[in-house]
């Protein structure tokens, strides 16, 4: 196995979660712990960085605490997470730390750290193809490598027309099924505004699992299988057309179903893959949901 990433959650064979399937629950039982000393830190990190990249923006996050199967439909429990809490978590040193004071403390390695939600999509082809972007050199993380179309939900779009600093789980309470609903819909927006390819040419998400990147501190990311009604040329043409976010790569490659399916660590092409990527790979090699 690669030490980079790992499974946390993933669905039973030939399945996969539609987002009628899944719940959340929202509480600040799901909080990041914390203390003076953390939170001291954190701002000290944050503002250097900010000094240095003025260009970056502190905000809201989906914090996800834990995810279980055994319910139906499954569980997932979240909170929030900000930009600041994420940056302080990703020198590997500090969060090892982090990590063994949370085990100490609480039980629980991840209770310091950020945890923000992510999203990717393994998206599929009319004609067989899986997509993947060449991630730029500009980038923060993974540079150069080979990724999968994904991003972040956003707790504002489920809080429309509030400022990020005033996003609270209480504002939360009853809007359940709108946070689902920012998860599924925002790894179709993830594709549209990084591959180009309008929405109407994509089904529905299907969620495979969640995966976690041990290159950052354990961060996790709900992985999804997505169909596209285009060919791999016409994803290609809209690709090259440039989309919103096409800063953030440089190429576009593809790989078939079998690629896919025989790709390990012993594969050259592993080699190239980042870890959200990878664990991408291992939910679909586990679920198979086409």
């Known amino acids: 196995m690669d030490s980079e990433v790992s499974v946390m959650l993933h669905c039973a064979p030939a399945q996969g979660f539609e987002e ?90 991840q209770a310091l750290l950020a945890q923000p939600l992510g999203v990717g999509a393994v998206l599929l082809t009319s004609d067989g193809q899986v997509v993947m972007l060449r991630r730029s050199q500009r980038v923060a ?15 504002k779009a489920v809080c429309e027309g509030v400022s990020e600093e ?46 976690l990147n041990h290159t950052s501190a354990g961060r996790p990311s709900a992985e999804f299988f997505i169909r596209c009604s285009l060919t791999m040329e016409d994803v290609k043409d809209f690709y090259w057309r440039g989309g919103p976010e096409a800063h953030e790569s440089t190429d576009i490659v593809f790989l078939s179903k079998s690629e896919m399916l025989q790709l390990d660590v012993k594969s050259p092409l592993w080699l190239e893959l980042c870890p959200s990527a990878k664990g991408a790979v291992l939910l679909y090699q586990l679920v198979r949901p086409d």
């Open 20 to 109: 009628h399937q899944v719940q959340v629950e929202i509480s600040s039982r799901f909080n990041r712990r914390s203390g003076p000393e953390i939170e001291k830190h954190i701002e000290a990190v944050w503002n250097g960085r900010v000094t240095k990249e003025p260009w970056l923006f502190n905000g809201a996050k989906f914090r996800l605490h834990s995810a279980e199967l055994s319910t139906t439909p499954p569980q997932t429990s979240m909170n929030f997470c900000t930009k600041a809490q994420t940056l302080n978590s990703k020198p590997a040193e500090e969060a090892v730390n982090l990590q063994q004071r949370g085990r100490l403390e609480v039980g629980d390695p």
């Open 141 to 155: 993380e993974a540079a150069g490598l080979l990724d999968i179309p994904g991003g972040h939900p956003e707790p």
């Open 166 to 211: 005033d996003i609270s789980v209480d504002l939360m309470q009853g809007c359940e099924r709108a946070v689902v609903a920012e998860i599924f819909s925002s790894v179709c927006a993830e594709v549209r505004d990084e591959v180009n390819v309008p929405l109407g040419f994509l089904s529905a998400p299907v969620l495979m699992g969640i995966a």
